[in-house]
């Protein structure tokens, strides 16, 4: 194959995997609507992929997604990009490890974002997952490089592939797109269980020795048997 029909081979696999991932926001109800989104970075290019603006997630296929350059300018597709597009944008350009990006308003995790409090690392699988509290990320508004700026300002120093923006919601990232949805999944798992302890009283703390242990052994030893 040329270097171009490469190319487009990638972006054509791409197209087919974020289309496909979107199916697991709605399987786990962590979106409404046209709410939320996923994208990927093309390896190797200065490209993502991601969910058209406004299309239901009943009609999305892997020719109606949107491939952009890491300045969500769109480069191919007849739809207009999520709105979401230049926040997830600025993360790639900012996070070169970052291959997927997701974002939703989960219930529970936006109810966390409302109060602008983090979601405390009290469950093993938050620590092995996040590796300590989900934190908050800054309010920012849609529509300039903010919401980007606030992900890669909390998220650049901290183990979570998770933030919960103030009074907005989730931004998850990882190596894949399908780590950075499983990160999502998590996320909103972790803020309905520990809110539902909250209701019973206050939820035990695990020492930090063990938050540390737990998230080594996790990202390190049980990688073989983890979902990637
Ligand atoms: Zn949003």
Redesign the pocket.
């Known amino acids: 194959m040329t270097a171009v029909a490469d190319v487009q081979a990638t972006i054509a696999a791409i197209r087919q995997e974020v289309a496909a991932l979107h199916a697991e926001l709605t399987r786990y109800q962590l979106v409404v609507w046209t709410?939320?989104n996923v994208s990927a970075r093309v390896p190797g290019q200065d490209l993502l992929v991601i969910k058209p603006s406004g299309v239901s997630y009943d009609d999305l296929t892997p020719d109606n997604m949107v491939v952009c350059d890491l300045h969500g300018h769109v480069v191919e597709g007849e739809h207009a990009p999520s709105s979401?597009t230049e926040a997830q944008a600025y993360v790639y350009r900012e996070m070169p490890h970052v291959g997927g990006v997701v974002?939703?308003?989960s219930t529970y995790a936006a109810a966390w974002a409302i109060r602008g409090e983090p979601v405390p690392c009290v469950l093993t699988m938050c620590a092995d997952e996040f590796g300590g509290e989900i934190p908050i990320g800054p309010f920012a508004v849609?529509g300039d490089d903010s919401i980007g700026r606030g992900i890669v300002d909390t998220l650049r120093d901290h183990r979570s592939p998770a933030v919960i923006m103030r009074n907005?919601?989730v931004f998850s990232i990882g190596p894949t797109a399908r780590k950075a949805v499983a990160a999502a999944v998590m996320c909103e798992d972790v803020a309905r269980t520990v809110h539902i302890s909250r209701q019973l009283g206050p939820p035990l703390p695990i020492d930090q020795s063990h938050i540390d242990a737990l998230h080594h052994r996790y990202q390190n030893v049980y990688g073989q048997q983890k979902d990637d």
Do not use: E, L, M, Y
Request: glycine content about 22%; hydrophobic content about 20%.
């Open positions: 709410a939320g979401d974002h939703t308003h849609i907005h919601g």
